[in-house]
């Protein structure tokens, strides 16, 4: 017999799924902008807006079962899970905004993202490290959020190889300044993977590791 | 476990032809509450009531194994039943207070063990009336009959009277599950400060309130122990897959 506990955890889980896909499309769309020297902003701030209501409604249905039915065990590992990983998904969508704002204000828009080296290799791999948090949350893959673990420090590396370059570089301060943000916002987002991996790993196994 | 207060070793109980408790091995600690919890006919009564041989009154009964409290045999030729009852105090399900005074209700145990005559009586009276929390209820009508008090009132006075003959383990077979919210509410309030002073046993089937007044949790299936350990841990991340079924409600 399927317990009414299910019934919501069920809601639950798809708001939460619906949040990371709003939450990697938006992350996506900033930095397609700032590669292709687009101003993305409002269409990123209505997705990111989008989110934090989402993160609203999902804190409210927790509570909700949370009073309902007391649940325990794996019920309340998801649970608070899903409360940690919402606020992950919020992260990361006003990070995308964070982005697409910066560049605007700062950086001529087809410009600046080709003259930093190494931003297209830290694009490539904090987007990947997006997908797979949200592949991981899907399939409650704790082997697969694991993995993020090795992402991040190369993902640390490149940041501060960023900072290297950007502390040396001359003139067009304002490029300077939009690429040190931006790879800053990039390693951010690249950290709230790993709390969102901490958090499938927790879930699928009941184990409290850091992935950091 | 170090520090162990009761030590169950290899127990075992039949009635007639039925295999009740089956090898059940556990160490409980001193000045703690466990919950021992499971699917009704799981053994869960049984088991506790193998600790102050309650069972041996089941005409059909048999038990192997060993309990010891304070490494003293409870299944010994030589153990003293009455002492080992007045050691180990019980409250059961529904309160079952005798058709006496408040006060007589209290005294009874200490007068039975010849504990207490006159003042010192009454010291007893108030201090147990005190640790069941139901003094400031009852101190001005102490020779009412007891069957006057509310249900929660009469199962803390079944737990006074527990105290009275000073106990130093206390048995609980689902001392709420005949009261209120309100009631429920100040015996779990209760139990936890027992446990300052007293080795609690709770049998019980609500598992919020092992998850509350708890500090260890035993699950028992089919007269098995299936999983033992403390309670956090044991709601939060189960070893067993039978205990995290149970605890989630996916069956029992």
């Known amino acids: ?212 | 476990m170090n520090n162990v207060k009761i030590d169950i070793q290899g127990l075992n109980v039949w009635f007639g032809s039925k295999h009740v408790i089956k090898d059940v091995n556990m160490k409980i600690k001193p000045n703690a509450v466990t919950a021992v919890m499971g699917p009704s006919g799981c053994g869960k009564t049984t088991l506790i009531r193998a600790i102050d041989r309650l069972n041996e009154l089941i005409r059909g009964s048999k038990t192997t194994g060993e309990i010891y409290i304070d490494k003293e045999s409870v299944y010994s030729k030589d153990t003293d039943i009455f002492e080992l009852r007045r050691l180990v105090g019980m409250v059961f399900q529904k309160p079952n207070p005798f058709p006496k005074s408040i006060y007589e209700n209290i005294a009874f145990g200490p007068k039975l063990h010849k504990m207490a005559s006159g003042e010192e009586l009454d010291a007893i009276v108030e201090k147990s009336l005190k640790g069941g929390a139901l003094w400031d209820e009852v101190k001005d009508r102490l020779t009412d009959n007891a069957f006057n008090l509310s249900g929660g009132q009469q199962q803390r006075l079944c737990i006074a009277r527990a105290l009275a003959v000073e106990p130093d383990i206390i048995l609980m077979d689902e001392p709420c599950s005949a009261l209120d919210p309100a009631a429920t509410a100040k015996v779990e309030s209760l139990i936890r400060e027992l446990a300052k002073n007293y080795t609690v046993i709770i049998v019980t089937h609500n598992l919020q309130q092992a998850a509350r007044v708890s500090d260890f949790t035993a699950f028992m299936y089919v007269g098995q122990l299936v999983e033992y350990g403390s309670t956090n841990r044991v709601f939060e991340k189960p070893e067993s897959e039978l205990a995290e079924q149970y605890i989630t409600g996916k069956f029992g």
């Not at chain 1, 409604?57 to 079962?65: C, M, S, V, Y």
């Not at chain 1, 040396?168 to 709230?192: P, Q």
């Open chain 1, 1 to 212: 017999m399927t317990r009414l506990l299910d019934v919501g955890l069920e809601q639950l889980t798809m708001m939460v799924y619906k949040s990371g896909e709003v939450a990697e499309s938006a992350i996506n769309m900033s930095i397609r902008g700032f590669m292709n020297g687009k101003d993305v902003t409002e269409a990123v701030r209505e997705l990111s807006d989008i989110i934090g209501a989402m993160t609203v409604e999902i804190e409210n249905k927790a509570f909700e079962l949370i009073v309902k039915y007391q649940p325990v065990a794996s019920d309340l590992r998801i649970i608070n899970s899903y409360m940690k990983i919402a606020y992950d998904f919020e992260r990361y969508g006003r990070y995308a905004w964070d982005i697409s704002f910066t560049h605007k204000k700062l950086a001529d828009l087809d410009e600046c993202a080709v003259s930093l080296d190494l931003m297209p290799k830290l694009i490539e791999k904090v987007s990947e490290m997006v997908s797979k948090s949200v592949e991981a949350l899907r399939e409650h893959d704790a082997e697969l959020a694991k993995t993020l673990a090795d992402t991040e420090i190369e993902v640390d590396e490149l940041y501060f190889a960023c900072l290297d370059q950007l502390s040396k570089a001359r003139g067009r301060s304002k490029c300077v300044t939009c690429n040190l943000l931006v790879s800053r916002y990039l390693e951010r987002i690249a950290d709230h993977t790993t709390y969102v991996g901490e958090a499938i790993v927790y879930i699928a196994t009941g184990e409290k590791i850091s992935l950091r």
